[in-house]
């Protein structure tokens, strides 16, 4: 067997046991998958649509023109055909004009618009090609940024956004055994030019100099990512089960807050708790900085109203009244409201 097989197989093994932690899988799993013609995105996509065929399901892959070169549309294109070929539906997206330049803004634009299709296709997973360099080099760049604990934790996994839940199967992947699956298949790929000239991202991966991503610090920085996450998910579960006590829903749609559960419980639990209930209610993926969320506990502390990361905080009887600022609800609690408080805010991690 060529190395090329041998790294195919242990990719496929990866996947799958990626995807089986994952769990949550409907009878017949409907996949979509963001396709760039990259080669990360083209692996992913053959992997998803055997796995997915193999339970009686189908997956379709998601080609975004993001429009930031003028080779956008031709590669878009290209990768389409190489994705249909490879036995997946398709469908092809475009970014709307006028949505700035800034790296952050791009993103979430991007991310938008493939949660929205996935969701308009029936499918309820959206799946990334991100690998081991990419987790490292993210790891690096929040330590570089004063990410907070859970930032350090690199890219999850799996992350409910709306109606869909994002996953990243390959994220325990080196780039070059990917690289090495599209050779075995006999695949070609589309290497973006600018990958590794501009940019934060591109500087650090220069300095690693681990193009395959097989070094030792790519590895460090993967277990360490892991280690974080482990620890986060205790964070949330306790977060989550402060929550279930601590939130409740009034009449007209607000979330309270029991103040005085919130003084007697630990402020790094307190920090997630309330920082996860911000993003929900006011439907922000990160509405707070690291040095927001760790500014809550004395903020609440305080007694005094305040507003942050899209909502109002009003204290009031003991207890802590909590709105999106931009949309004070009255009357009938909206929907969003009435599953927070009634899910006891286990969904918000």
Not at 182 to 187: E, N, P
Not at 251 to 265: N, Q, T
């Amino acid at each position: 067997m060529s190395s090329n097989a041998c790294a195919a197989d242990e990719v496929a093994a990866r996947f799958a046991a990626a995807m089986a932690e994952a769990g949550g899988w409907e009878e017949k799993p409907l996949l979509a998958v963001a396709v760039s013609g990259g080669p990360d995105s083209l692996c992913l996509a053959l992997l998803a649509r055997a796995w997915a065929a193999a339970r009686g399901g189908a997956a379709i892959a998601l080609v975004l023109d993001h429009g930031t070169r003028p080779a956008a549309r031709v590669e878009a294109a290209l990768a389409a055909a190489w994705a249909e070929r490879a036995g997946l539906a398709v469908r092809r997206l475009a970014l709307p004009a006028g949505l700035g330049s800034s790296a952050a803004s791009l993103r979430a634009a991007r991310h938008d618009a493939l949660a929205s299709a996935a969701a308009e296709a029936g499918a309820l997973h959206l799946l990334f090609g991100h690998h081991a360099s990419d987790q490292a080099e993210t790891v690096l760049l929040r330590a570089l940024s004063g990410s907070g604990e859970v930032g350090l934790g690199g890219m999850a996994p799996v992350r409910h956004a709306g109606p869909v839940r994002l996953l990243r199967p390959l994220l325990g992947c080196a780039p070059e055994a990917l690289r090495a699956v599209l050779r075995a298949a006999g695949q070609p790929w589309i290497l973006d030019p600018l990958n590794d000239v501009r940019g934060t991202r591109a500087a650090l991966r220069r300095a690693m100099a681990d193009q395959a991503g097989e070094g030792v610090a790519v590895r460090a920085l993967c277990e360490a990512s892991a280690s974080r996450r482990s620890a986060a998910a205790a964070l949330a579960r306790a977060a989550a089960q402060l929550l279930a006590r601590a939130a409740s829903l009034s009449p007209d749609g607000a979330i309270l807050l029991d103040d005085r559960l919130l003084r007697a419980a630990p402020a790094l639990v307190v920090s997630f708790a309330v920082a996860g209930l911000l993003a929900r209610l006011s439907r922000r993926i990160y509405p707070l900085s690291p040095a927001q969320a760790a500014s809550l506990p004395e903020r609440l502390a305080s007694g005094r109203a305040f507003t942050l990361g899209g909502c109002l905080l009003r204290p009031r009887h003991g207890l802590w009244r909590i709105v999106p600022e931009a949309r004070r609800p009255r009357g009938r609690p909206p929907t969003a409201y009435v599953a927070v408080a009634e899910a006891g805010c286990r969904g918000l991690f």
